[in-house]
Structure formats: structure tokens, C-alpha cells
């Protein structure tokens, strides 16, 4: 019988005894696996039969939103992804780029976004370890981590415990693995009341010459499963994290996986000897999709088959079904291809680690996907079209309206200059997050030279003196009210972090967090933020290589900010040279670097003084942003500054803030037009503030002048008070009691907001 006249009943290529102990399949438990009626339609076609219960797994598990990218992949082919210094871009378990000396850096961003709101401490370590695996997968050893949280509304009653459980799951798996969490990003806003974002950025260290991928070579070659053993923890995991969020997300517990970040270390340290010791072709990570991701990518990568025996996996728990076994999504497990030659040297250094080996099936020349169990084929698909033939959509999608520039001079001032800024330096945005890196280790491996707080982080190279400079950014509201200038402001903002220590920015790596895609004016806000993305990457010469999409972030119909969360890496020559954002000493002279308009639309004053989210938000002016950054880096290479810091959310009085705050030094400050708040709590883009010796400013005014940068002295560091223009002087000690008190307040349940 045709499979399109009866797309229900068991399939007739497999025997009754193979199939008795699944069910048959139903309409009801197609939706069930997140298929649509002719997305079922689709996969019968391709196999010319209805699929077993096990093979209706494995295809839900290839063809979801989460592992199939199939709203988005068309819209990702747009981002520039290639460079000079591009080794590897997407499509690998990390990127890739060249950073000189024989060595490379691996790198990459995921989410573990739906797992951490239904089980935060879980969620967040899994998350945690799954990136980490993908980038020691290519052959790199960790040497940092870093993260970008956002949470509801402080006011609501889920915040406080999601905010406790992220932060101890993040530091209980990055500490006990031994890498250092070295930056991040934390803000709140009530869009995430329903629908957290966990985004985490490992980077590892690699000789160019002994990478590691995930296409599988050579017909006959053993396929080995590594790690620990297979549990029924995280079944149907990648399937939950590409659906919305009804009432009660407590009954997906389940489908959240649970880490064990000491048998990860062990896993890292055996797949690093046996890779030095040549026995692995391929290696695949089992991070969403477990099992089955791992073997059909390894094998359709190299146009391979892929048969598997489910008899030979390692399991924790008894009598498990080949189902099961396909689909779980147990933590810190690895799928490699073998040098047959070196198989027992292989299988003796993972017995010395405690790990388990087991050669579980091989490569074949028939370019089908067998899964055996009990002596029973489970599944015989064809490996190509499960990746290939996923389903691939252009959804409709509506361009946001661009927003009205917002008139800052009709805007009412309830608040001195000096009283707002005591009110944003301790809002919960701008509030120091120390509460939350202080429970990570930023320090272990010893080479932490700029660590969390700052604009960037930076890590030193082996000995040095070179090293990476680290950052994780995005600006949500102005991505919701102007999807493409929200695009580009984000890729900018990763670039002035890196420049403002030192670093000479390289590639990016980016986590896409939108909506239910299925709505047009959702997928508008996509496609305009990877427009506004890709315009960016292109002029600063900053391409993208590796990244991840999680879309349905939702909850009950109610969507989150749009939030492309954008991982960038920079390369420092000297890390000696490096600077902070603190005032150094007194005496000195601040520079404001950029142009100021005093651009209040979608600012933190317009939304925390005045209780407005409205307006445009600042334009993003690309060539300025490229000649500015290249202006400031050029000045830290010659040692010609001692602080520098981006100005971005809370504009010129926050940064001044923040660095007097870190230095715990002083300054008086004048600028044009002083007494408006604009000028203070503007967030024009493209600026800088450095600190020069005295003797060194008008060297570096004349070399701006030179370079076509704008740059204007505007104050001198001293005193234990800052005074911005006539304002009332604040005592820096008082400002930093704020700033720092806020969150710790707030976590032992001292006050809801500031």
C-alpha cells in the first residue's frame, strides 16, 4: 500500500516481530513529536513508507527547529563568515580562526535557554558543559568561559530563584571542570518573566596542525561511543527547546539532562591523548539529539553509512529501548570514528581514565542509517536526506516599523543629574553584578590578566605575551524597536569592548534568541536583526563563524525581546599593554572620544527615571565605529593611555561613573551643555573615554585630528568626588555603596528594585 494513501500504519519494509513492542503511529503521536501534518507527509515520501516508532524519534529529533534550523538556516546564509584568519566557520561543532604562532582558537555560543527556566541549576550546567564539549570536540583545550543571562522582571516571583540556580549550576560546572568563567552579561526585564536566556561562550586554545571534525573517513572503520553511560535523562530534550512554553513547563522537568562536570574533565583529558596519540578520524560531541545527531552528522558529512548495534551502548539504567537510547540526551558523551590500528591503544587510555569505550557499530559504503537492537532493525533511513531533506521555510515575515527619533528637549527632568545617576548606578541593569562572578572562578589556569567587570576580558596566550580578548553583548530594547540598528549596535558594541582593552577584534560568534517564528511580525524582527548583524560584520571586517538559533521563546503567546546575543574574540599582541576602565591615578586628563548628540530614545534614564521604553534608538554609524575603535587601539598599543572604556547603556555619567567607581579616584567633569540630562545619559554610539598622563594630551588630540576622530578633554581625574558639570559633587565611596549593594540585597530578599 502507498505510504501517501496510508501515511498511519506500521511499515510494511520491517517485520511484524520487529515492531512489536512499539506502537503503531498515530496522527496524535506525530503531534506529539513536534511534526506537523505535512511535515509527516514529507518524511513518509522520503522513506516510501510510514516510519517505526524509533524512526519517528530519530526524525523529530533531526528535523526540529533546534537541530534542523529550518525558520532560519535561509536567513543565515546572508552573515559574512570568511576571512584570512578564518580557519573553520559554521557547520562545525565550533569556529575557527588563526591567531598566529602555529596556534588557533576555537569558540563557540549556545543556549540552554527552556531547560534553565524549568530546572536552573541543571539547565545552566548542562549548558555549560554541552559548550565545552563542542569546543575540546575539535581538538582545543578550554581555556575560558563566558555567558549572557537575562532574567524577568526582578518584581516577579520566579526571578530571584532562576537568578540563584543559573549562577550556582554556571560556577558548580565551570569550577568543578577547572576552566575559568571569565565574563558575561546580566539584565532583567519583565519579557523574560516566562522564558529565561542561559547563552554560553566557551573558547579553547589549538595547534593548527591538529584539528579535529566531524566528517567520518573510510568504509569499515569502527564507530565508538566514549564517556559516561546512556540514561533516559534529556529524552526529547532539542524537541522541548524548539516548542513555546505552556502554563505548567514544570511537567518538562524530564527532558532536562543532568551534568557531571568532573566525568567531562575526565573526557577531556582522554579525547586529548588519544587525538595526540593519532587514533581518532571523526569525533562528534552527543549534545542535542544525543545519539542520533551525533551518528547521522559523521556519517552524512562524509558520505558515509552509519550502522549502529544498540546491544554494545553503555546504559545506567536497565532495559532500555533502542528509542530511548537514540534520543537521550545523557551529558559528556562523545561518538568518534577509529583508526582500526589504534583501537586498543584508544580503548586503554579511556579505561586508565575511568570512561567507558565501546565499539558500538561502523562505517559503511550504503549511505543508510541502521540502527539495530535485540537482533531487530529498528531503523533503516537514508543518512543524507535526514539532514538535507529537513524541511526548509521562508516564513512570511513584517518589517518592524521604525520607530520616531524621540525630541530629548520635550522630555520632562524629575531628577538633578547627580540624583539620577545615584538612582542608575544601583538599578538592577547597572548594578554591579559582582554578587555573580565572585561564584566563579575567573582565576584558575592562571591566566586571567583582565577578568569579569570590565569591558572585556582578556586571557594570555600560553606564556605570552599575546592573548584573547573576550567579550558577550546585546542591547534587547533597541533590537525590539529597531531590529536592524539593534543588529548593528550589538556587533558594534562587542567591537568597542575589545578595542577599549587592547585587543584587535577577529570573528564572533552569536546565539539568535527570538520568539515563536511562525508569527510575521517575530520572524521581522529576525530578519532585521541579522540584516542590521550582517552589515556590521561586514564593515568591521568581523565575520561570524560559528553560533546558534533558539527560537519559541515563549510563553503563553508572550515572546521575549528580540536578543542576538553577539560572543566576540579579539587578539591582543602584548597583554602588557593591556588597560582597565578604572581612573589609574589623580591628575590625569579624560578624553571623550566620538561624537554626542544626546540621544535619549530607548536609554536606561528615558525607561528607569522616567518609566518610558519608547523612541528610537541611537544610530549606529559604521564607518565612525571602524576609525574610532582602530583610533583607540592604535593609542593603547603605544602605551599612550591608561584606562579606557566604552560608553553604551547610561552614555557619558555612567561610564564616568563606573570607571571612578573601579579606581575608587574622583574627577571633575565639564561638557557642552552640561545642565541637559541628554548629554550626561545619552547613549550615542561609536564613543570612548580614555585617560591620558597630562603630558600626553595633546599628543593624542593631535593624532585624532589626524585620523579624522573626534576627541574633545573634558575633566581630570582627583578627589573623592565626582563632579559632572554644576551638579551636586558625589562622593565615589557613596556611588560604589550603591552600585554594589543592590544585588546582593536583592538575592537575600532585602528589596525588590533599587
Not at 553509512?305 to 530511548?324: F, I, N, Q, T
Not at 593631535?702 to 554644576?726: D, M, Q, W
Amino acid at each position: 500500500m502507498r505510504a501517501s494513501l496510508a501515511p498511519f500504519i506500521r511499515p510494511d519494509s520491517l517485520t511484524a516481530q520487529t515492531l512489536h513492542d512499539e506502537p503503531a503511529i498515530t496522527p496524535e503521536l506525530v503531534a506529539l513529536h513536534g511534526l506537523k501534518p505535512d511535515e509527516y507527509q514529507r518524511l513518509v515520501a522520503l522513506i516510501e513508507r510510514a516510519p517505526s516508532f524509533t524512526e519517528l524519534g530519530i526524525f523529530s529529533a533531526m528535523w526540529n527547529e533546534h537541530c534542523s534550523y529550518k525558520s532560519s538556516r535561509l536567513h543565515l546564509k546572508k552573515l559574512p563568515t570568511k576571512a584570512p584568519w578564518v580557519i573553520q566557520g559554521p557547520g562545525e561543532n565550533a569556529g575557527i580562526i588563526d591567531i598566529g604562532d602555529g596556534l588557533a582558537c576555537a569558540f563557540k555560543m549556545e543556549s540552554h535557554n527552556h531547560p534553565s527556566y524549568i530546572e536552573p541549576y541543571q539547565g545552566a550546567t548542562t549548558g555549560v558543559g554541552g559548550i565545552l564539549r563542542d569546543v575540546f570536540t575539535m581538538g582545543a583545550r578550554p581555556v575560558a568561559c563566558l555567558n549572557l543571562l537575562r532574567f524577568g522582571s526582578v518584581d516577579h516571583p520566579r526571578t530571584r530563584h532562576l537568578v540563584s540556580g543559573v549562577v550556582a549550576g554556571i560556577g558548580g560546572y565551570g569550577n568543578s571542570f577547572g576552566v575559568p568563567t571569565v565574563g558575561g552579561s546580566t539584565a532583567f526585564h519583565s519579557s523574560y518573566d516566562g522564558n529565561i536566556l542561559v547563552n554560553a561562550m566557551a573558547v579553547g586554545l589549538v595547534r593548527k596542525d591538529e584539528i579535529f571534525y566531524a566528517a567520518a573517513t573510510g568504509v569499515g572503520r569502527p564507530i565508538v561511543y566514549l564517556g559516561s553511560k546512556t540514561g533516559r535523562d534529556g529524552i526529547h530534550g532539542a524537541t522541548m527547546a524548539s516548542a513555546e512554553f505552556d502554563a505548567d513547563s514544570d511537567e518538562k522537568r524530564p527532558t532536562v539532562q543532568v551534568g557531571d562536570p568532573f566525568s567531562e574533565k575526565l573526557l577531556l583529558e582522554a579525547c586529548l591523548e588519544i587525538m595526540a596519540r593519532g587514533c581518532v578520524v571523526a569525533i562528534q560531541d552527543m549534545g542535542a539529539a544525543g545519539l542520533t545527531s551525533s551518528a547521522v552528522e559523521m556519517g552524512a558529512k562524509g558520505n558515509l553509512g552509519v550502522e549502529l548495534d544498540l546491544d554494545k551502548v553503555p546504559c545506567r539504567e536497565p532495559g532500555m529501548s533502542a528509542y530511548e537510547m537514540m534520543l537521550s540526551e545523557s551529558q559528556e558523551r562523545m561518538l568518534m570514528v577509529l583508526d582500526p590500528d589504534k583501537e586498543e591503544e584508544a580503548e586503554a587510555i579511556f579505561r586508565k581514565w575511568g570512561l567507558d569505550f565501546a565499539v558500538i557499530g561502523k562505517t559503511t559504503d550504503t549511505l543508510r542509517f541502521v540502527v539495530k537492537h535485540q537482533g531487530k532493525i529498528k531503523a533503516d533511513l537514508p543518512i543524507k536526506e535526514l539532514g538535507d531533506e529537513a524541511p526548509l521555510y521562508d516564513r512570511p515575515h513584517v518589517p518592524t516599523p521604525k520607530p520616531e527619533k524621540l525630541d530629548s528637549a520635550t522630555l520632562p527632568a524629575p531628577l538633578s543629574i547627580d540624583a539620577a545617576l545615584k538612582k542608575l548606578v544601583a538599578c538592577p541593569d547597572l548594578a554591579s553584578k559582582r554578587w555573580i562572578w565572585e561564584q566563579y572562578d575567573h582565576l584558575i589556569l592562571g591566566n586571567s590578566v583582565v577578568g569579569p567587570g570590565g569591558d572585556a576580558a582578556v586571557v594570555r596566550i600560553e606564556d605570552g605575551p599575546k592573548g584573547l580578548a573576550l567579550t558577550t553583548d546585546v542591547t534587547p530594547r533597541y533590537c525590539f524597536a529597531d531590529p536592524v540598528e539593534g543588529g548593528k549596535q550589538a556587533v558594534a558594541e562587542a567591537w568597542r569592548n575589545i578595542n577599549a582593552v587592547g585587543g584587535r577584534p577577529l570573528a564572533l560568534t552569536d546565539n539568535l534568541n527570538f520568539g515563536n517564528p511562525e508569527k510575521p511580525e517575530i520572524m521581522g524582527q529576525f530578519v532585521g536583526c541579522l540584516e542590521g548583524i550582517g552589515e556590521a560584520c561586514r564593515v568591521l571586517d568581523f565575520p561570524i563563524v560559528s553560533g546558534n538559533v533558539s527560537l519559541y521563546n515563549e510563553t503563553q503567546g508572550k515572546g521575549i525581546l528580540p536578543t542576538p546575543s553577539i560572543g566576540g574574540v579579539g587578539l591582543v599582541d602584548d597583554v602588557t599593554k593591556c588597560v582597565g576602565l578604572a581612573f589609574r591615578a589623580a591628575g590625569e586628563k579624560i578624553l571623550l572620544v566620538g561624537e554626542t548628540e544626546g540621544w535619549l530614545g530607548q536609554s536606561i534614564y528615558l525607561r528607569e527615571i522616567l518609566g518610558r521604553e519608547e523612541g528610537a534608538p541611537p544610530p549606529v554609524d559604521l564607518a565612525r565605529e571602524k576609525a574610532n575603535g582602530d583610533f583607540v587601539r592604535n593609542l593603547i598599543s603605544k602605551s599612550l593611555v591608561t584606562a579606557a572604556h566604552d560608553l553604551s547603556d547610561g552614555g557619558l555619567a555612567i561610564a564616568l561613573a563606573e570607571m571612578a567607581m573601579a579606581g575608587e579616584i574622583g574627577a571633575t567633569v565639564e561638557a557642552p551643555g552640561a545642565e541637559e540630562p541628554a548629554i550626561w545619559f545619552g547613549e550615542d554610539q561609536g564613543r570612548y573615554l580614555l585617560t591620558v598622563r597630562p603630558d600626553s594630551a595633546e599628543e593624542v588630540c593631535a593624532k585624532a585630528r589626524g585620523a579624522g576622530v573626534a576627541v574633545a578633554i573634558i575633566g581630570e581625574t582627583g578627589g573623592e568626588a565626582l563632579r559632572l558639570g554644576a551638579s551636586e559633587p558625589l562622593l565615589v565611596r557613596e556611588l560604589l555603596d550603591a552600585h554594589e549593594n543592590w544585588m546582593p540585597s536583592y538575592m537575600v530578599g532585602g528589596g525588590k528594585t533599587a
